[in-house]
């Protein structure tokens, strides 16, 4: 069956551009997901969506960061101005209404 | 301030040896654990899990311990294989103050020499 997928794989981007990451769940997953794991370090969540309820941005670093979750399914995490220490793999989770998360394969964000 | 501790960052051990993961917790308010295995350029699977009521769940060749009042948790890996040389992942939530979010130690590479 079909895992979670995460476009693109690598991007690669000059200081101060804005990216877009996007993350397809898996069929059926009612909650969503977004870490990061920079250079050497466990991974550091970022948001969560669950069905329609309002989404947890606790991790969001700054306001640089925002996601969205349309219909219920593809998110996309979108980073503006990109700086250097944004650099890192960004990793997206679905899960049913359970503690299990399986992940996609992630985006290596490169800022140059 | 690290909630989820690995503070081996990595493990080496011979095929057919048992391999054990250390994992330590701060916050008295975890009530979930989990461990993940990542291989380079994959997302962490999902390996195995045990709740707070529980002091060990097994799954195979692997048993999770929980030890609450030292708040320790470990992995062992019993036989380890080649195949299980990966970095380790400990993970922790807090699911009955309604968080599903997962905090993670920062990992520890396994290494199983044939």
């Known amino acids: 069956g079909a895992g979670v997928s995460q476009s693109p794989s690598n991007k690669v981007t000059e200081k101060g551009k804005d990216v877009e990451l996007r993350c397809d769940p898996i069929?059926?997953?009612?909650?969503l997901y977004w870490y990061r794991q920079s250079l050497g370090q466990g991974l550091e969540f970022l948001i969560y969506f669950q069905g329609n309820s309002a989404p947890d941005k606790s991790g969001l670093p700054s306001d640089r960061f925002s996601a969205e979750r349309t219909g219920g399914s593809v998110s996309t995490l979108t980073i503006q101005r990109t700086q250097q220490e944004d650099s890192a793999v960004y990793l997206c989770?679905?899960?049913?209404?359970?503690?299990?998360?399986?992940f996609g394969p992630g985006t290596r964000l490169t800022v140059l | 301030d690290q909630q989820v501790k690995q503070n081996s960052p990595s493990l080496s051990v011979q095929e057919g040896r048992i391999s054990i993961l250390n994992c330590d917790y701060t916050n008295s308010m975890f009530d979930y654990f989990l461990w993940y295995k990542k291989y380079p350029a994959e997302g962490p699977t999902f390996l195995i899990s045990?709740?707070?009521?529980?002091d060990k769940n097994e799954d195979g060749r692997f048993t999770v311990f929980l030890n609450k009042s030292a708040k320790h948790l470990s992995l062992h890996i019993v036989p380890s294989q080649p195949g299980d040389s990966a970095v380790y992942f400990c993970a922790a939530s807090n699911r009955g103050g309604g968080s599903e979010k997962l905090v993670f130690g920062k990992g520890t590479k396994l290494t199983v020499n044939p």
């Open positions: 069929s059926g997953h009612t909650a």
């Open positions: 989770a679905s899960s049913k209404p359970r503690p299990e998360q399986f």
């Open positions: 045990i709740s707070s009521i529980k």
